[in-house]
């Protein structure tokens, strides 16, 4: 595809933004962001991510650090000479000009003729398999049309970075399921590199290549989604992204790759050590998720008195309140015998493999 | 009205609510206006002969045509100026933070809230042969003797516009704040300049805005009888003015309700052009 020239890398290197109030909106960011791939940026809303993005596109200016586009310092530039391509989450058509106009726009921008100009759009209405809308007005299209329309358009200027805000929080459940094998197959095609800026866990862990985890302007965390599931760095990374239960105890024996912890649920595990190494004696938060947890039949594990049990479908689901008093999900894949158990069985609970449970020191 | 309670339509209100209004306008607005035409439908000031010597004798004057025009025109300037000073103010506005925006819509809403005739009262002081604007320019040596500000068309002007710039920054606000701030994001990335995102895109989305305010501004104008009198003095002759002499001084009533008709049409074909070219944009609001 012609817009193959994507692919340039992209730095965020050190980046701190303070508004004018003084409060941080992010702070001391760094990403290393290579040529064509896609990165979600996953938080909670208000964690610094749009921020972060208006930085990279240029309608903020950071108190420090420098954005690094392929060999370029872009600071100094405005966002118009940024060749960064945005979708935004409304949209943003221009509602008094007709499709094949909003896509043409940045085309006009840039000087190119009117009939390269159109021919191009045409294209681009094509890849986005939208041919014959190019005369109409943008309200006269449903919202996931008007979200290719944006892509088309963003794509026209033939950006070496696409920023896309919140891309698919206004589409329904499956239109946005649509969206998301669509801009992935774009990206692909045109191997742009792409940033994600989303407060859905499934759409970052489903589309990106790297996840960066933003929590209060801090990042958390930027690896892998099997990183980010699997191995997570903090204890706010693995509570934000999927479930899990929370298990309070005190670190018995510790080196750097496990630690044995004495739960206060009343049982020793063996747990991965997520930030470095733990000190002996140290209150500890285990972070367990549901599907990993296992009942057993012998005296290891902890033990716990089922409250209720919820068959969804593929799973059943039991709410087991521990000896401390504290409740945990156990997520069982539903095989054969599974069913839900009666209220008030005595049942005992342990992880399925020690690298399943992360240990991180408690916070007060 | 009169449909039966079933299927009476939610959209469908009873006229019956808009009766007095629509009587206090029968009596108080349709009527002299009928009246006005009949007199002015009379070729002798005593109401006794039928005709359209007025009207003739209005249209065949080179002094009444030029009055007309010059008033027609006198709208026409005080409309650019508030349009050109108005938008930027309107712009302003929906760029800074609440508090300078208060601060803005107070200094737009208080010429509305002193009485026209003291603020052209003010404006005399101020454009006067010994007013503020001709004491600096001669205290800091620029000129020597005073310029005539007053009683010129550019004095009218400038005094009008002041009067007058509310009608024009308020449609201008409201439009402006209609428009999704990320447009202006969206054509930047994009690549487009200032300038370019100003005319390709906040200017044709504020065009409804542009025409009410237009469409107020001018209309107001030029039927600003304190105004236009005061500042323009004896030498400038407007449409109100003169119609105030016909009907007042030479008491030739038939002649004067011949102007206001002619006004009347003269105005309303101006406000109407506005209004045909406000439909024609009004397909790009809302989406």
């Known amino acids: 595809m012609a817009e193959a020239q994507g692919g340039r890398s992209l730095v965020v290197d050190a980046v701190t933004h303070r508004y004018p109030s003084g409060a941080l909106a992010v702070e001391n960011i760094n990403l290393d962001i290579k040529g064509g791939e896609i990165i979600a940026l996953l938080g909670p809303s208000g964690c610094g991510k749009t921020t972060l993005l208006r930085i990279i596109a240029g309608f903020i200016a950071q108190t420090q650090g420098r954005i690094i586009i392929g060999d370029d310092i872009v600071d100094a530039l405005p966002p118009n000479k940024r060749a960064v391509g945005i979708v935004f989450q409304n949209y943003a058509l221009f509602p008094h000009l007709s499709i094949s106009e909003n896509v043409a726009y940045g085309l006009a921008a840039r000087g190119v003729d009117k009939t390269s100009r159109q021919r191009e759009a045409q294209r681009l209405l094509e890849l986005v398999q939208l041919p014959t809308m190019a005369e109409r007005l943008p309200r006269r299209l449903s919202g996931g049309q008007q979200q290719r329309v944006a892509l088309a358009r963003a794509l026209a200027i033939k950006p070496s970075i696409l920023l896309l805000d919140e891309p698919f929080a206004a589409l329904d459940k499956n239109l946005r399921l649509d969206m998301q094998i669509e801009v992935k197959r774009l990206q692909r095609v045109s191997g742009i590199t792409t940033l994600i800026v989303t407060h859905d866990q499934e759409e970052a862990l489903s589309m990106a290549d790297r996840v960066a985890v933003l929590s209060h302007g801090k990042l958390e965390q930027f690896g892998s989604p099997s990183d980010v599931y699997d191995r997570p760095q903090t204890l706010f990374v693995n509570t934000f992204v999927g479930s899990t239960n929370r298990m309070p105890g005190v670190v018995v024996s510790a080196d750097r790759t496990a630690a044995k912890v004495r739960l206060d649920a009343g049982a020793e595990i063996i747990a991965r050590p997520a930030a470095g190494s733990l000190t002996e004696g140290a209150r500890v938060t285990v972070c367990i998720r549901p599907e990993h947890l296992q009942f057993v039949g012998d005296a290891s594990g902890f033990a716990g008195v089922v409250g209720m049990s919820l068959p969804l479908g593929a799973t059943v689901v039991h709410e087991v309140t521990t000896a401390d008093g504290s409740g945990v999900k156990v997520s069982q894949a539903r095989i054969g015998e599974t069913r839900a158990l009666a209220s008030g069985a005595a049942v005992r609970l342990a992880p399925l493999a020690p690298s399943l449970a992360n240990a991180f020191p408690a916070t007060l | ?287």
Not at chain 2, 126 to 145: E, F, H, K, M, P
């Open chain 2, 1 to 287: 009205m009169g449909a039966a309670p079933a299927s009476r339509d939610v959209t469908s209100y009873g006229m019956g609510l808009a009766a007095p209004l629509a009587l206090f306008f029968l009596l108080f607005f349709v009527a002299p206006l009928l009246q006005l035409l009949w007199l002015s439908l009379h070729n002798d000031t005593a109401g006794l002969h039928w005709g359209l010597g007025q009207y003739l004798h209005f249209l065949t004057d080179p002094f009444s045509l030029g009055v007309l025009g010059s008033t027609l025109l006198l709208g026409a300037e005080v409309t650019a100026v508030c349009l050109l000073l108005g938008f930027p103010i309107a712009w302003l506005y929906q760029r800074v933070g609440p508090k300078l925006q208060t601060i803005i819509i107070l200094i737009v809403l208080l010429p509305l809230l002193t009485s026209v005739v003291v603020r052209t009262f003010a404006w005399i002081v101020i454009l006067g042969r010994q007013g503020i604007v001709n004491a600096t320019l001669q205290s800091l040596g620029i000129i020597d003797t005073p310029l005539k500000l007053l009683y010129t068309q550019f004095g009218v002007v400038i005094a009008l516009a002041q009067v007058q710039m509310p009608l024009m920054t308020l449609p201008l606000i409201t439009a402006l704040g209609r428009i999704d701030p990320n447009l202006d994001d969206a054509s930047c990335s994009l690549g487009a300049g200032s300038w370019r995102t100003f005319f390709r895109i906040v200017l044709p989305l504020s065009l409804p805005g542009v025409i009410a305010g237009c469409t107020l501004t001018y209309a107001a104008a030029i039927t600003a009888f304190i105004t236009q009198s005061l500042i323009g003095g004896g030498q400038m002759l407007f449409m109100p003015m003169y119609l105030y002499q016909q009907a007042s001084t030479l008491q030739n009533w038939p002649f004067a309700a011949a102007i206001s008709i002619i006004f009347l049409l003269a105005v309303l074909a101006v406000v109407s052009v506005f209004t045909t070219l406000g439909r024609l944009s009004r397909g790009y609001g809302g989406a």
